[in-house]
């Protein structure tokens, strides 16, 4: 059973930047693509950029392209997003989860979610 655990997020300025990690446990994550989402007041979670653990391959939800990096590091077993030029309308909480389904954007793919980050950008 994958145990993911997010951490990094905060209290930040408009125009600032942050990085959210995503530790992962008890499982073979050779075969996962492993993702974000985001949950903002009010509204559904959506899905913000995913990463296949073997490869590294990529893709992004289009309101963070050029904005939003994510990526991993084997060795740590941890998945990263790195958010820069953070806006207040990327406060929300941030979790991670994992698929079998590389390319997939839906949320009911998605299992083994974290407890999830809160990151708020003050403006």
């Known amino acids: 059973q994958v145990q993911l655990v997010e951490s990094g997020g905060g209290l930040v300025q408009a125009g600032a930047s942050l990085r959210l990690s995503c530790a992962a446990s008890g499982g073979t994550f050779s075969y996962y693509t492993m993702g974000w989402f985001r949950q903002a007041p009010g509204k559904e979670r959506e899905f913000v950029a995913a990463i296949r653990w073997s490869g590294g391959n990529t893709y992004y939800a289009d309101f963070v392209k050029g904005r939003f990096t994510i990526f991993r590091d084997n060795a740590k077993n941890t998945m990263y997003l790195r958010m820069n030029s953070l806006k207040p309308e990327d406060t929300a909480v941030y979790y991670c989860?994992?698929?079998?389904?590389?390319?997939?954007?839906?949320?009911?793919?998605?299992?083994?979610w974290g407890q999830g980050t809160q990151v708020t950008v003050s403006s």
């Open positions: 989860a994992v698929t079998l389904l590389y390319g997939t954007r839906t949320e009911t793919d998605f299992g083994s």
